[in-house]
């Protein structure tokens, strides 16, 4: 054998013979995505800024998270919830995807499109597809996760103040690989001897033969009662994303539920939700490749809002933050919870810019500021006196850091009649100028209102 390199070697080298029956890849990459994300702790108003993207996009997606979310759109002086339908639903030209990385309560499902017909969504469950791959939600999760929340305080004199909804019990069945999807569910409803199999197989109830029949019965009850309407609806959530993107042109939305500081891994542990609601949850959760992620919007109000416990820095209990609370209409969507409320944090919103490389950002509910003699944003953390450049993964160091704020003076005049940048008093300008500017991302709307029509646009 031979170990000189000859002229002809280089010459087979550079000029490989052609391979025949394979196709050349495309040099295109398909369409893009464009995500929607929470920048805080949730109730942002991401609801108001998919339905206004919405109105022109082709395909509308939920890519993770579960009925556990709640979004409130208004269209036309009605008010829509949704929990697990995606807002885009709205849009009766747009089809909406719930995507694998969801985990659906179908009764919750069912309830929701039926309580948002009688108030005009027509036709919802003709426009709707459900990924084959999602996981589903049974009432003993929700029975599960009321247990847990109890146990938690009782032993601990705190919990972690989950909505009961079951979603972190099924998000632990999906990882210890117990859990059912709807691909399962349908296999069940077309041979109903593997009925039992299937749900024995999610039995965390180790020789409780009660449990079992119980079970049993609930895996019964659901094929009855939702397999049937369910059916028409389910798809490869893969192949249809993957048909999607490499189809004719297309604006595909997704629509992230939660937000980023209560992400699983980047939130603030452990009072956070089950499932990553950063930018890679969208990539996870459909299907979808990081080259077809086009551009990352996030959401953010012009203060600060969280429900449940755990660490808020710029939290004010006191008079301020009764008025946010007040003037916000500050109530769960889900829960029915009173927010907590603060000054804007900017800290929060440059790690969550950290994440996600957000491109643009949407500034929501400006005009609940309206009647405050001056304004304060928390632009840094210190720690025994010294600035720290990170957020604090630790919630016991997180607890004891001290904001560093800068005061604005109010504008003390109403912006809910504005349409346009020009319309708002000049104060107010320099308040979202200064938190574009802080961040590094362009401001791309903002908010002064409920409806679909009081969303500045900036560009």
Same mark, same amino acid.
């Given at each position: 054998m031979s170990l000189t390199w000859s002229a002809k070697?280089?010459?087979?080298?550079?000029?490989?013979?052609?391979? /025949?029956?394979?196709?050349?890849? *495309?040099?295109?990459?398909?369409?893009?995505?464009?995500?929607?994300?929470?920048?805080?702790?949730?109730?942002?108003?991401?609801?108001?800024?998919?339905?206004?993207?919405? /109105?022109?996009?082709?395909?509308?997606? *939920?890519?993770?998270?579960?009925?556990?979310?709640?979004?409130?759109?208004?269209?036309?002086g009605k008010e829509y919830d949704f929990h697990l339908l995606p807002s885009g639903i709205i849009n009766s030209k747009s089809i909406s995807l719930i995507g694998n990385g969801v985990v659906i309560h179908?009764?919750?499902?069912?309830?929701?499109?039926?309580?948002?017909?009688?108030?005009?969504?027509? +036709?919802?469950?003709?426009?709707? @597809?459900?990924?084959?791959?999602?996981?589903?939600?049974?009432?003993?999760?929700q029975v599960v996760d009321g247990l847990q929340e109890t146990q938690r305080q009782a032993q601990e004199g705190k919990n972690i103040g989950t909505t009961k909804k079951g979603i972190g019990p099924t998000y632990s069945s999906k990882a210890s690989r117990t859990g059912l999807r709807v691909c399962d569910l349908l296999v069940a409803f077309q041979h109903p001897r593997t009925n039992t199999e299937l749900t024995l197989s999610i039995l965390p109830f180790d020789g409780c033969h009660y449990c079992q029949q119980q079970s049993t019965f609930l895996f019964s009850r659901f094929m009855q009662e939702y397999g049937e309407r369910l059916r028409p609806m389910v798809r490869d959530g893969v192949y249809y994303m993957y048909e999607a993107l490499h189809g004719p042109p297309k604006k595909i939305l997704v629509e992230g539920a939660n937000a980023a500081l209560l992400d699983i891994d980047f939130g603030t542990y452990p009072f956070v939700t089950s499932s990553n609601c950063t930018v890679g949850g969208a990539c996870t959760g459909l299907g979808i490749p990081p080259v077809n992620i086009g551009d990352v919007f996030g959401v953010s109000k012009a203060y600060t809002t969280r429900v449940?416990?755990?660490?808020?820095?710029?939290?004010?209990?006191?008079?301020? +933050?009764?008025?946010?609370?007040?003037?916000?209409?500050?109530?769960?969507?889900?829960? +029915?919870?009173?927010? *907590?409320?603060?000054?804007?944090?900017?800290?929060?919103?440059?790690?969550?810019?950290?994440?996600n490389g957000f491109t643009a950002i949407a500034l929501t509910k400006l005009d609940i500021l309206d009647v405050l003699d001056e304004i304060k944003v928390g632009v840094?953390?210190?720690?025994?006196?010294?600035?720290?450049?990170?957020?604090?993964?630790?919630?016991?160091?997180?607890?004891k850091v001290e904001v560093e704020y800068e005061t604005f003076p109010g504008w003390k005049t109403d912006t809910s009649a504005a349409r346009k940048w020009?319309?708002?008093?000049?104060?107010?300008?320099?308040?979202?100028?200064?938190?574009?500017?802080? @961040? +590094?991302?362009?401001?791309?709307?903002?908010?002064?209102?409920?409806?679909?029509?009081c969303m500045i646009q900036m560009f």
């Open positions: 070697d280089h010459k087979s080298y550079t000029n490989p013979p052609a391979v /025949t029956g394979l196709k050349r890849p *495309r040099n295109d990459t398909g369409n893009k995505v464009t995500v929607v994300l929470g920048a805080q702790w949730g109730d942002e108003g991401k609801g108001k800024v998919v339905d206004l993207l919405a /109105t022109e996009a082709d395909l509308v997606c *939920r890519c993770q998270g579960g009925n556990n979310a709640g979004h409130t759109v208004v269209v036309d179908l009764p919750g499902l069912f309830e929701e499109g039926d309580k948002n017909e009688k108030k005009g969504l027509k +036709g919802w469950d003709k426009r709707l @597809i459900v990924s084959d791959r999602a996981h589903l939600v049974f009432d003993f999760h449940g416990i755990g660490a808020f820095p710029t939290e004010q209990l006191n008079a301020v +933050g009764e008025l946010l609370q007040t003037r916000g209409h500050e109530v769960g969507v889900t829960t +029915g919870r009173k927010r *907590r409320c603060g000054w804007l944090d900017l800290v929060i919103l440059k790690y969550a810019h950290m994440i840094a953390y210190k720690l025994n006196g010294k600035r720290i450049p990170h957020f604090p993964a630790n919630m016991e160091v997180l607890h020009n319309d708002l008093p000049a104060k107010a300008q320099n308040y979202i100028r200064f938190i574009e500017n802080h @961040i +590094g991302v362009p401001i791309k709307w903002v908010g002064v209102g409920k409806s679909r029509e």
